[in-house]
């Protein structure tokens, strides 16, 4: 018997059905050893040396492990492909004694019968260049949450959390919050003109003044242009006529792909999660049984390989024609800092065409898939040509201009058209240089700067991506906490921070600079990415960390803390049965409790029950709002409010976080002590 240890039981038939019946396939669905939980295990004066143990719910899955492995003629390590999978690898390696250079490892970025043959096939070490990056962000993520959450307690309030990258994060939101609140707007104008030759008419926007970029502030400067244009002659100063090229987009990464989801799709973040994990894992296609569809779905790097690059081009040129495949491959920059260690996100076989799957595989995978496989193919296409025209125009020492474009060859756009593509063309009469135009009429219009928008989760995806906070296997879990801990919530689906979050930021903040710096954090994960390549220990940049670290910490435990605001009180349609003033709702130790507005004259509190559960979840059937309800009987229940097009119903609130240990949805649970949950069978994740 050879035994093949994964890491989530989704993809387990789906590696099945490529390995011969002597292979058996068992999920370990997840770490099954780590810090534990309920002491810091950090050992500050032996190098940080950690001190792991068997997760206590995993007891049995080792047990389970330790058994099989002593039948097994083989053993390979496949967990996924990345430092937490490498970390995984180790701890089995670890549990079960093995050789530290023992050939058991095996990793493949796409679940197709090739890669997980060529990879059985060809078993290597394990990566301890991986597993020494996972270590120094767990050493670092503990150091940091374990000495900060009780201080944060401590100072404010409650059950508190910090993390390295998720208070970073949570600075982003409530940075963008204040400049909301603070912006100013500014007055600004803008001028065009209605121009004309002969009977055709075009339209040209004022841009400069003796060519300089013209920026008009209010009504005075406008009415001095005015003074000059009105009266002016206009010319024609320079016709420029080019063919210009619009390249195709990369193929996905995962911070794209998520905003594409959450964007365009309307999807939520944990069916994002859920979705694109099922693709990868396998998914069901009528007639076919599982299949993996994509590629691995957490990747900073826009790199395909040559095989999927000939497949492509010999798909496309069969699709669309000769024509429409560039010849030369497409080439695609990677930004600066990503570890490049997997391919872009792609369709494993393209046989599975949109087409193909409609109706043989779930509605909200296929939705998912299309924009998956459109990307892919149309960044290995033609680039579009555009037949472009600019026009210049001077009225004295003001320059107009007036540009247009015309689409030539549609290359790529036939499969997926750019936003900023012109459906109307040019619509500029043929004109040349030194020829007099008739000015039709003015028109000026007054604006204003805009406000920064809030983030959406997809937004604020690609914001810790630019800045180099966390890595695309942490971007959901970062944002799934900060919701856990109630940090942030949705405002018309954009995110905003909570009165607690602005306060734990304040707070660290005020006491802990370096740590809640966004260039040192991003700085830190180039430093650790160094570990993986073999340039750095991990142990000197958590020294370096800890240091200053420490210092900090020691201050902040002797200060009384910064002045924090109290949050106003939530009013409520409740009398106080003592004094008959309204209730109020309020935030204390154990959770959400009813006050008497009346206090401290009244002390009356009520603990909320079930008919005054105002909280709101998301349906996982239809992305609608999920609200509390009411039999006719009285039962509490939970309810789309999308019936009767949605039929969905819960004894418990659906919420919009992913589960962090399975990627299930999460839910919440009502009671005599509330707490989240998932239901998800074999997932035992509780947060109290």
């Not at 590696?15 to 534990?36: C, M, N, Q, S």
């Not at 009398?575 to 006050?595: E, H, N, W």
Request: glycine share 6%; hydrophobic share 35%.
């Amino acid at each position: 018997m050879k035994l093949v240890f994964i890491e989530g039981p989704g993809k387990q038939e789906s590696i099945k059905k490529y390995l011969g019946p002597e292979y058996v396939v068992f999920a370990t669905k997840g770490h099954v050893r780590d810090l534990p939980q309920n002491s810091f295990a950090i050992d500050l004066n032996n190098n940080y040396e950690p001190s792991y143990e068997i997760i206590p719910n995993k007891k049995a899955t080792v047990d389970e492990i330790k058994r099989l492995a002593s039948k097994a003629d083989a053993i390979y390590l496949a967990s996924d492909p990345d430092r937490e999978g490498e970390a995984i690898a180790w701890h089995l390696s670890t549990i079960l004694g093995l050789e530290k250079d023992a050939k058991v490892r095996t990793a493949f970025n796409e679940i197709s019968k090739k890669a997980v043959n060529a990879s059985i096939n060809n078993p290597q070490p394990i990566n301890y260049d991986l597993v020494n990056a996972q270590q120094g962000r767990r050493v670092l993520d503990r150091i940091m949450g374990y000495k900060l959450s009780p201080l944060l307690s401590k100072k404010i309030h409650g059950k508190l959390s910090a993390g390295r990258v998720q208070s970073v994060t949570l600075k982003l939101v409530v940075d963008r919050e204040k400049a909301i609140k603070n912006f100013v707007p500014e007055e600004y104008w803008n001028i065009s003109a209605e121009l004309t030759k002969g009977k055709e008419k075009f339209k040209a926007d004022l841009v400069q003044f003796k060519d300089k970029k013209l920026e008009i502030k209010n009504k005075e400067q406008v009415d001095e242009i005015l003074k000059v244009i009105d009266t002016a002659e206009y010319k024609v100063s320079q016709v420029k006529r080019q063919v210009s090229y619009s390249k195709p987009p990369a193929p996905y990464i995962t911070s794209s792909l998520q905003q594409d989801a959450l964007s365009k799709l309307k999807m939520s973040l944990s069916a994002y999660t859920k979705t694109a994990q099922s693709l990868y894992e396998g998914v069901m296609i009528k007639g076919e049984g599982k299949t993996a569809l994509v590629t691995y779905i957490r990747t900073d790097s826009t790199r395909v390989s040559l095989d999927a690059q000939f497949m492509a081009k010999e798909y496309i040129i069969d699709t669309y024609g000769k024509e429409y495949h560039p010849g030369k491959f497409n080439e695609f920059a990677t930004k600066e800092g990503a570890q490049d260690a997997h391919e872009a996100i792609r369709p494993i076989n393209l046989k599975y065409t949109p087409e193909y799957l409609k109706d043989k595989i779930d509605e909200q995978y296929l939705k998912l898939y299309t924009l998956i496989f459109n990307r892919f193919v149309s960044s290995q296409m033609s680039w579009a040509q555009y037949d472009s025209l600019t026009v210049d125009i001077l009225a004295g020492d003001y320059k107009f201009r007036s540009s247009g474009k015309a689409l030539i060859f549609d290359g790529f756009t036939k499969l997926t058209k750019p936003q900023d593509d012109d459906k109307n063309g040019i619509n500029i009469p043929a004109l040349t240089e030194g020829e007099i135009v008739t000015k039709k009429q003015i028109k000026t219009e007054q604006k204003f700067t805009k406000p920064p928008v809030r983030f959406t989760t997809a937004t604020l995806t690609h914001e810790m991506e630019v800045q180099g906070i966390g890595r695309p296997s942490t971007y959901a879990a970062t944002i799934t906490t900060l919701f856990n801990r109630e940090y942030i919530k949705t405002e018309k689906n954009a995110l905003v921070p909570t009165d607690l979050g602005v306060q734990v930021t304040e707070y660290l903040e005020e006491y802990f600079k370096q740590a809640m710096d966004i260039k040192f954090t991003a700085a830190m994960e180039n430093e650790l990415d160094d570990v993986e390549l073999g340039k750095a220990k991990w142990q000197e940049i958590v020294d370096k960390f800890y240091v200053d670290f420490a210092k900090q910490l020691d201050y902040a435990s002797k200060q009384s803390g910064i002045s924090l605001p109290k949050s106003a009180p939530e009013p409520s349609d409740i009398k106080c049965d003592k004094c008959g003033a309204m209730m109020v709702y309020r935030d204390g130790k154990f959770g959400r409790f009813l006050a008497c507005s009346n206090f401290p004259k009244c002390k009356n509190t009520k603990n909320l029950n079930e008919n005054e559960i105002t909280e709101t979840g998301i349906c996982p059937k239809c992305g609608g709002v999920v609200s509390a309800k009411h039999s006719k009987h009285g039962k509490l229940f939970f309810g789309c409010n999308n019936y009767p097009n949605c039929d969905y119903v819960s004894w418990d609130l659906p919420l919009d976080r992913p589960c962090p240990a399975c990627g299930k949805n999460l839910f919440k649970k009502f009671g005599k002590k509330t707490s989240i949950v998932c239901l998800n069978k074999g997932c035992n994740y509780v947060e109290n």
